[in-house]
């Protein structure tokens, strides 16, 4: 179980469509360094920097700058059209990654569970081939009932979850439930804090992101479940860091989350270790 953070852990930091812009937007290298400070191993860089706008040369660049220092990539991207997974499936190849995360929908396309599974068996061979699994991320839409449905009906040992521990609720699902029926299933985790508050008038609540470790999440049952069920995969750290009168502070207080929150993460992993 490797410790890493991803393009999500900082996404106010790289740019948020409809927010002010950050004066010098985080970049793949940028994140890179970042993974580095905070003594991490895996860096997944997703849809909010863009691998595919990227010319073979800077790929290849990311590619040995993370080796240099040490890292695994992992690569990301929204949807499961046959023709952008063949595409990321070449970028994952170019990066030495061996997990896509994907999330089913891509703007106004939204794929029904039979949609997802031809797409995804279209071209699973390859992916098999090259050594790549993918990871797909239980978002809003799908239930969990329905993610299983995909993966069991895929049948591939290449293709599984990306456990997202806070997504559900959109879904009408709790952490409890996701990582109780998910977790075998599970290729990669995203930890993702929060906190449940009732609004000022009563009517209605408010779920809102926490540093790792400071909020209503239950890490170690997270995962705890985890190993229980077998799994080892590589828990990556989000964060719904909150804006905060300007981009700067905002950004501020994200990366003063995420030293918090590979701190704490970085603590429980260890203990588990110690336990086994």
């Known amino acids: 179980m490797k410790l890493g953070i991803g393009s999500w852990t900082f996404p106010w930091a790289i740019g948020f469509q ?13 994140l890179l360094h970042k993974a580095k400070s905070l003594g991490v191993e895996v860096v997944q860089i997703c849809d909010n920097i863009d691998l595919s ?4 040369a800077d790929l290849i660049s990311i590619r040995d700058k993370a080796g240099e220092m040490g890292l695994i990539l992992q690569t990301g991207t929204r949807g499961a059209e046959p023709e952008l997974l063949r595409r990321y499936l070449n970028i994952s190849r170019i990066l030495n990654s061996r997990l896509l995360r994907i999330i089913t929908d891509r703007g106004d396309s939204k794929p029904d569970a039979k949609q997802v599974v031809v797409g995804i068996k279209s071209v699973l061979p390859e992916f ?6 993918i990871a797909i991320e239980n978002h809003d839409r799908f239930r969990t009932w329905e993610l299983i449905g ?4 895929i049948g591939s040992p290449n293709v599984g979850i ?4 806070a997504n559900s609720f959109g879904a009408l699902e709790c952490p409890g439930q996701i990582v109780t029926a998910l977790g075998p299933y599970a290729l990669n985790v995203h930890v993702k804090d929060f906190t449940i ?14 540093p790792a470790g400071q909020g209503m999440l239950d890490i170690d049952m997270v995962l705890r479940k985890l190993a229980e069920g077998g799994r080892n995969p590589d828990v990556v750290l989000e964060q719904w860091t909150p804006f905060d009168s300007t981009i700067e502070k905002t950004a501020a207080m994200e990366d003063e989350w995420a030293v918090i929150g590979i701190a704490y993460l970085k603590e429980k992993i260890q203990s588990m270790k110690e336990d086994a």
């Open 18 to 30: 409809g927010y002010p812009p950050p004066k010098k937007p985080m970049d793949a290298v940028a």
């Open 53 to 56: 706008e990227m010319s073979r």
């Open 150 to 153: 995909i993966i069991e009906e």
């Open 162 to 165: 990306c456990l997202d521990t």
């Open 197 to 210: 508050t009732r609004i000022r008038n009563g009517m209605g609540f408010t779920i809102l992101g926490r």
């Open 128 to 133: 098999a081939g090259a050594g790549v699994s």
